[in-house]
């Protein structure tokens, strides 16, 4: 909690029970194999800002459309801003969550910069409370699957003049997640994009905004058209910034580990966490800018051991090659990303003690 939401009332959320909410076995069906992104929950939830009344009518209610009017300044500007999280299930059935203040806080640093209100953390908690209060049955249960909470911002105020919306909605939905990568954890090949950038000094790059993702989806094509899963961007200056949807993490030879930072990169929680967990082991981490050559260079004289990539969707990725239009590198695979990944997914499991304090119980 931030020290000015102390003196918060919490919100009194209504509930509206979705009547058609799917049986049991047909939920049952979904978790079996639910891929990423595909299905969602039976409920969602919503609270509406004005610039008079503040954040009020919070309100649990069934999964559906938004009706929203044309002139909506979201649709024409862009005046957005999201976050990922997940909530996973524990082998005696409690449900929790991880670092959430964090998302909590990097929410409110994307509406700052997008203009938009800040959501209280407290409120921010007790949305992904709610969300597991209606449908913690859509947590589930197998390997690696999780239920993947998207909470996200938008201005709904019709006016068409470019200002900061008046009236904004935050809403929070709820996906059943497996592995976002078809084929599960295996070493991923990055195409670098060397004509598309992905933010710009000064721009949004550090926020969790649509736009960053729009303007990643023609080089993300390309990278797929190269046989590439991922696009890794570049900024003006040469230094690597991070993948679409994930940062990027660099491993040397005498166990120092390097990661790019930058005001245009995304801060990732899951970096966060697995820099934590490697200093825990000894590791030095720098946070720096960190140039192409530099990667290049390593991977050439074998000062660099390995690449690998990380967010709360995906977990952890190997690196195991770097395409462009003119070369492409292969990428030594080591131990340390997969071995980090299996702590970090032990802490949020419930399978290893959580020293750090990461986990909040969702479901009590
Ligand atoms: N970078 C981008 C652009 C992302 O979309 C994400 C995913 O949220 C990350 C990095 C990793 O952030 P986190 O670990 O908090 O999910
Ligand atoms: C996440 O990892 O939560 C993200 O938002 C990344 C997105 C590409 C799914």
């Not at 029970?17 to 978790?31: G, T, Y």
């Not at 990944?341 to 119980?361: A, F, P």
């Amino acid at each position: 909690m931030t020290s000015n939401d102390t003196e918060l009332a919490p919100l009194e959320f209504s509930v509206t029970k979705n009547l058609a909410a799917r049986p049991a076995a047909q939920r049952e069906e979904v978790l079996k194999s639910p891929g990423f992104g595909t299905t969602f929950t039976d409920h969602m939830v919503d609270v509406c800002w004005s610039a008079r009344g503040g954040w009020h009518r919070p309100r649990v209610q069934p999964y559906g459309p938004i009706s929203l009017d044309p002139a909506a300044a979201v649709l024409h500007y862009g005046q957005e801003i999201f976050e990922g999280i997940k909530a996973y299930r524990h082998a005696d059935g409690s449900v929790h969550t991880f670092r959430p203040e964090k998302n909590a806080e990097r929410l409110q640093r994307s509406a700052r910069r997008l203009a938009l209100p800040k959501l209280p953390t407290e409120y921010f908690l007790q949305s992904l409370r709610e969300i597991i209060a209606v449908d913690g049955d859509w947590v589930p249960s197998g390997a690696d699957q999780s239920l993947y909470l998207r909470p996200f911002m938008f201005a709904k105020e019709a006016f068409l003049g470019v200002r900061p919306a008046q009236k904004v909605a935050y809403y929070l939905i709820a996906s059943p997640a497996g592995s976002y990568f078809t084929g599960g954890v295996k070493p991923v090949r990055i195409w670098l994009s060397e004509t598309h950038a992905r933010a710009g000094k000064g721009g949004t790059g550090a926020a969790k905004t649509g736009g960053n993702y729009a303007s990643s989806l023609l080089p993300q094509a390309e990278a797929s058209d190269k046989g590439c899963d991922q696009v890794v961007f570049l900024d003006q200056d040469g230094n690597v910034e991070e993948l679409g949807g994930m940062n990027v993490v660099f491993v040397f030879k005498d166990g120092h580990i390097v990661t790019p930072q930058s005001d245009s990169i995304l801060e990732g929680i899951t970096r966060d966490s697995l820099l934590q967990l490697a200093e825990d082991r000894g590791h030095t981490v720098e946070r720096r800018a960190f140039s192409l050559k530099e990667w290049r260079d390593g991977v050439a004289s074998g000062d660099i051991v390995e690449v690998f990539a990380c967010g709360t969707a995906a977990v952890v990725t190997p690196i195991g090659a770097l395409v462009s239009a003119g070369f492409e590198d292969a990428q030594p695979i080591g131990e340390l990303a997969l071995s980090l990944r299996e702590e970090l997914t032990d802490i949020q499991y419930g399978r290893r003690e959580d020293k750090h304090g990461w986990l909040l119980r969702l479901d009590a």
